[in-house]
Every structure is written in structure tokens, then in C-alpha cells.
């Protein structure tokens, strides 16, 4: 009946039909959406918009394009996105693509006690030229993104100098615990904390630096600090022991893999993306110091859009020679390293073939290497956007951490499997061999 119907009838009666659908509306950020649009008019070409402000207000937000089926559907998993931010089949484009408004802004949640109001557009394409008359959308809607399940709870962390969070899953436990550590933005980070504690991890967040009493500057790793952490978490009732695990990246890595090597408690530990040395602080532990390694500063770069990339800075000396590295082979836990092989801010691709080395010429058969092309450095829960480059705390100028968008999404769905599988395998008792 249409053929009868005047174009611009015809149009205004296409978007009254047309309905976006997305489900679930509500989940944590680590799960799929399923994203379809129904009721267009057949072989359609439609935008797809998604949005989201950050606890600054910042905006970030992503659009591809999408051809209608000949009854009128789009379906996501289904169908190529046509351009936008991204092309080809990507069910979750829309989240993994997301750019920021304001250059050189991460999307990092601070309270993961509220989700991500992620904002998904129905529309008809126009060109981004201003003073073009743009058509009312056909259909949006919101979805809420957590970070937190329901159950979870969240302990604030300030006992002796310990200062951090803790995060429990529902139920009596007990549950594998995780030490979490980020790198050189300082602060208290949670999110990757509070999703783990989503899985059934007992994880604590630990600070240390830059939050609350502590020290404002980094000058010297104390080891002990971090053991005082292991043993809070080994002393909690729903923590299961004899030991725990950590999860860490960038200068995180650094202090996990130093734990890992001196502590007892560390069973597991999981390096995202971190040095094989000692970079910039001292390590010191029961009298004992290790000495930063000498860098090369001349061999930072500084790329076509005036971002500095490091990663070279260590070519000269623990690059070339394994003096400077850990004693790795001394640790009596199980690593996972993941690499991102574009990664600019350290040349982790070579640290952890380093690490791995010493282990295999010890006879060491306690590792996994995951190593991923085209993944840059922040390599992050799934469908987390690429944060390629950022402003951080007392670096100028701000930082270039590499990574392509669509290798780096797929290399953070793969690794976060990959890291609970690793934490439940070697943190929770063995119940095949009891049987």
C-alpha cells in the first residue's frame, strides 16, 4: 500500500514503525547487548548513536551506519555496520568505540555504586555540517552499565596504613581473593576491583599513592605495605586462603610481579602490560633495596600529535640484558602475562618473552603468555573503550598508549576470560582430584 502513499507520508510513517530494542537493559559492563532495530522501510540506511557522560561530565559517544534487511530489520550481531566509528559485524561497536568529546580523556568509573547511563539513538544519516535541518530520532532508549552486581558489597579500607576497598560477593564464601592494583594515575581505583567481586572474587582495591593520607608522590615501593595488604585479605572470614592472587598493570605489574618473587601470600598473579624491572622507585623490602635500572630519556618520542611514547626508553639496558630483570625464577606462584603488542608506553611484548625466558631456562613451567596484536596498553575489561592516549598526573606531555580499536576490543573480551579462568584454576582448591 505504500506505493500509493506521497514520499514524505511515506517517511513519517516509516519512523512512527520504527523501534530500537536492546537487551538486557540493565547488566554489568562485561556482558553483551543484543541490539536490533524493527519496523523500517526495507533496505533502510539508518544511524545507530550511543552516548554516555562520565562522573565529570564529559562525553563520550559512537555512531555507525546500517543497511535494513528487505523486511525491514536490523539485527547487530547479524549485520555489518556500512562506517561510523567502525565497519563489519561488531555486535558491541557501538560501546567499544565510544571517543571522547574532549581530547585526551579516559573513561575510568569512580563510584561503581551508580552505572553508566548509556544513551542508543535511532536516526536517519546526515552529514556533521552544521546548520543542517537534522530529523528527530525514530526511536532511543537507556540502558543502565554496572560495575557492581546486586550483592556485592563495598568496605571501605582504612586499617594501620592500608587505605583501599574491599569488595565481597553475596553469600558465606569464601571466596579466592585478588590484591588489585593499577599503575602511575595513583588514586584509588575500583572498577576492575568491584567486577571481579561480581565473579565471586573477594578483591581488594589497595591504593598507594596519591589517595587519602599517602603519599602524594611515589618515592619508594615498600613491599611490606603490599604484604600488609595479602595478609588483610588472608585474615578476612570469607577470604579463602593459604593465598591470594593479584591483578595489575603498568607500574601495578611492576609491584605485582616484585610480590610475586618476594612474598609468600602471592599464589597467582596476573601482569597486564608491566615492566620486568625495577622503572622509576626503589623497591625495598625487609632492608633489602632494588635500584631503579638507568633509561635512555633520549629515546622517548614524541608522535605526529605531540604524545609521548616511551617505550623505548629501556633499549640500552634491560632490553638487552637480564641483570637488570626480576629473579622471577625465584617465584613459587603461577604468572599470566598479557601484552599488548602496540603497546607505546613500555615495550611489554619484550619484558614478558624476557620473563618468560628466565623461567624457561630454570625449568619453570608456571606461566601463560597472552600476546595481542594490535592491543595498546590500557587493555581493560570488555567493550570498555580505547583510551589510545591521556592526560596523567605530572607527566608532560600527556601520554600515547597505543593500541587499534578493533583488535584491542577483541584482545580485552579474550583476556578477561582468560584472567578468571587463571585466578579460579590456581586460587581454588582442586575438586577433580578428589573425587
Not at 558465606?172 to 567486577?195: H, Q
Amino acid at each position: 500500500f505504500g506505493e500509493d502513499l506521497p514520499e514524505e507520508l511515506l517517511e513519517v510513517t516509516t519512523a512512527n514503525m520504527a523501534k530500537l530494542i536492546a537487551t538486557p537493559h540493565s547488566a554489568l559492563v562485561d556482558e553483551p547487548v543484543h541490539i536490533q532495530v524493527t519496523g523500517l522501510a526495507p533496505f533502510q540506511v539508518v544511524c545507530l548513536q550511543a552516548s554516555l557522560k562520565d562522573e565529570k561530565g564529559n562525553l563520550f559517544g559512537s555512531k555507525a551506519y546500517y543497511k535494513a534487511s528487505e523486511t525491514g530489520e536490523v539485527d547487530l550481531e547479524r549485520d555489518p555496520s556500512l562506517g561510523g566509528d567502525y565497519t563489519g559485524v561488531h555486535p558491541m561497536g557501538l560501546f567499544w568505540s565510544m571517543k571522547p568529546e574532549k581530547m585526551l580523556s579516559r573513561l575510568a568509573k569512580r563510584d561503581v555504586n551508580i552505572p553508566y547511563q548509556v544513551h542508543i539513538e535511532l536516526s536517519k544519516p546526515h552529514f556533521p555540517i552544521k546548520g543542517i535541518v537534522v530529523s528527530p530520532p525514530m526511536d532511543s532508549l537507556t540502558l543502565e552499565r554496572w560495575y557492581v552486581a546486586p550483592g556485592v558489597t563495598r568496605i571501605p579500607v582504612k586499617e594501620g596504613r592500608l587505605r583501599g576497598a574491599l569488595f565481597l560477593p553475596p553469600g558465606e564464601g569464601p571466596f579466592p581473593g585478588i590484591v588489585d592494583l593499577f599503575g602511575s594515575t595513583g588514586g584509588l581505583i575500583e572498577f576492575r576491583a568491584s567486577l571481579l567481586a561480581s565473579h565471586g572474587f573477594a578483591a581488594l582495591a589497595l591504593a598507594y599513592w596519591g589517595y587519602d593520607d599517602l603519599p602524594s608522590h611515589l618515592e619508594k615501593v615498600d613491599l611490606e605495605y603490599f604484604e600488609e595488604g595479602a595478609e588483610f585479605l588472608l585474615r578476612h572470614p570469607k577470604v579463602l586462603g593459604p593465598g591470594v592472587g593479584v591483578v595489575s598493570v603498568c607500574k601495578g605489574a611492576e609491584i605485582g610481579l616484585s610480590m610475586a618473587i618476594n612474598l609468600k601470600q602471592i599464589k597467582a598473579t596476573v601482569l597486564i602490560n608491566g615492566p620486568n624491572f625495577v622503572t622509576t622507585d626503589p623497591h625495598v623490602y625487609r632492608g633489602q633495596v632494588n635500584h631503579p635500572v638507568p633509561c635512555n630519556i633520549e629515546f622517548t618520542l614524541t608522535n605526529a600529535f605531540g604524545l609521548a611514547e616511551f617505550y623505548r626508553t629501556y633499549e640500552e639496558t634491560a632490553d638487552k640484558d637480564s641483570k637488570y630483570c626480576f629473579p622471577i625464577e625465584k617465584a613459587q606462584g603461577h604468572f599470566l602475562f598479557v601484552v599488548g603488542e602496540d603497546d607505546k608506553n613500555l615495550n611489554s611484548k619484550v619484558h614478558a618473552h624476557q620473563a618468560t625466558a628466565q623461567l624457561m631456562k630454570s625449568g619453570k613451567k608456571n606461566w601463560t603468555l597472552l600476546s595481542y596484536p594490535g592491543a595498546g596498553h590500557l587493555i581493560e575489561p570488555p567493550y570498555s573503550p580505547l583510551c589510545s592516549a591521556s592526560r596523567i598526573p605530572f607527566v608532560i606531555p600527556s601520554i600515547y598508549w597505543g593500541g587499534e580499536a578493533v583488535q584491542h576490543a577483541a584482545a580485552q573480551e579474550h583476556a578477561w576470560k582468560e584472567i578468571q579462568k587463571f585466578l579460579r584454576e590456581h586460587l581454588l582448591p582442586d575438586v577433580s582430584s578428589q573425587l
